[in-house]
């Protein structure tokens, strides 16, 4: 797949509500169908991830092999952002998604939240954390606790 540009004002971050949630919802449209160069092309060649429990990370090297494993385990991933916050270099944003988990052929659904710290219009930190777990499956208000 080919590369997009992330915004027509590159080298830049989001200054507005609106250039925002444009940007959030451009990192949305990457995934489906997973746009692997564009996703790694949007972070700094330094990029810093902290995602849930795997082990922090840096670098786009490491950035497109964890894309690669994760697009490999989750099949017809459709996925939802939504912007919650801009302040200075930091954005938030909530996500929902579902997918197929490709081992087990289990659907699967996952909801988080995500801080952004960008840098000269691309993400320099990515921490996120999230809750995933089959599809088919309610939770009570304990289950976290076990």
Do not use: H
């Not at 790694?40 to 090297?61: K, M, S, Y």
């Not at 991933?77 to 912007?83: D, P, S, T």
């Not at 909530?94 to 996952?110: C, F, K, L, Y």
């Amino acid at each position: 797949m080919s590369v997009q540009p992330l915004r027509q004002q590159a080298g830049r971050n989001p200054r507005t509500i609106e250039e925002a949630r444009e940007f959030v919802k451009y990192v949305e449209s990457l995934f489906m169908p997973w746009n692997i160069d564009a996703l790694v092309a949007g972070f700094t060649d330094d990029c810093i991830v902290r995602f849930g429990t795997v082990p922090e990370f840096q670098g786009r090297a490491a950035l497109r092999t964890f894309f690669k494993a994760r697009s490999a385990k989750q099949k017809g991933y459709r996925l939802n952002k939504q912007f919650r916050t801009l302040m200075n270099d930091t954005m938030t944003n909530i996500w929902s998604g579902e997918w197929e988990d490709a081992d087990s052929r289990v659907p699967m659904r996952g909801v988080g939240v995500e801080v952004w710290v960008m840098r000269d219009g691309k993400i320099a930190i990515w921490e996120a954390a999230f809750n995933v777990g089959p599809a088919n499956q309610s939770s009570s208000l304990t289950d976290p606790l076990r």
